[in-house]
């Protein structure tokens, strides 16, 4: 018997708008084709990378309109020839990129992966993106290894909170960046915490007087000198974004390549140190490779919070279609983790 049609909901961005410019659709949806999976959206979240989408900021965003959403996790409803029937009922994890705040999404079932039994579907999410980046850049990137001490950028935030608790997991001390008000929330993940408005090469400085062993940035910028000179001898800078030109006006492309321009010189000088930007989505030509590469990490982190050595931060959980208020909050600066919206 064949897999009826379904109703999505989804949420457009059609350009550059404030939050309430989101516009909620409904469509009908096919079955699943040939090595596909139906989904049944149990939670999305609001990223940063939305929050640049929204402002036609991301590299390489598709042109509006378009449906955001960059991972999810979910139930499989319905599958397509050439997939394992088996996977019906099971709960998966998948890493969009756009598309995933909808009620249901069609996916390439290649690209699933099986959520462990007993992890909330919430935290589960919040552990999807944030995840596979902080595992890739503390493991694959900066190889940090057991009795090291790191420096990460806003530890409140949905990558930052993820990679304090890894680094934690794996024996590494932190000292992690934030504002005064999320300053008892640093501390409980395990971090020394450092007031962001404050002088932050002192305050590193006096936790960690001969540098420290790896730097995580998001924030680019002028501060991402000081990230630099803050590294120990044989230190590693790894930098994930530009979020100090969030809300600057222009080309949203020469941030990035400024800033690929600065790492690159940083290299070529001798300097006992090494500057890495960190591209989740590098390598993905080699489909096989990647969808190997992100199963395998997004395992690790699936292990670590069934073991209770992570946790995913959630924020708030909202409906999808309040995505207006989920997405004020989430660019707020106020809250803890990801925020979270529930189809």
Known sequence: MSTPNVTVTEI???????????????????????????????????????????RGKYYDQPPFPFVPGYDLVGEVVAVGSGVDAALRGRRVAALTKTGGWRSHVLLDAADLVPVPD?????????LVVNGITAWQMLHR??????????????????????LVQLA???????????????ADAVRALGAQWVDYRGDVPAQVRALAPNGVDAVFDHVGGPGIVDSFRLLAPGGTLVSYGTAATRDVEGD??????????????????????????FNLWAGKRDAAAFRARIAEDLGQVFDLAVAGSLRGQVAARLPLTEVAEAVRLAESGTVVGKVVLEP
């Open 141 to 162: 990137v900066a190889g940090t290894r057991r009795g090291a001490t790191i420096l990460v950028h806003g530890a409140n935030g949905g990558v930052g909170s993820t």
């Open 168 to 182: 934690r997991a794996a024996g590494i001390a932190v000292i992690g960046t934030a504002s005064a008000r999320n």
């Open 12 to 54: 457009v961005l059609p350009g550059k708008v404030e939050p309430s410019g989101l516009r909620v659709r409904q469509r009908e949806l096919p079955p699943p084709g040939r090595g596909q999976a139906l989904v049944r959206v149990e939670a999305t979240g609001v990223s940063f990378a939305e929050q640049q989408m929204r």
């Open 118 to 126: 007993g992890l909330d579907p919430a935290e589960a999410e919040t």
């Open 252 to 277: 949203s492309r020469l941030p990035v390549l400024k800033l690929l321009a600065r790492l690159q010189l940083w290299n070529a000088v001798p300097n006992k140190r090494r500057a890495h930007f």
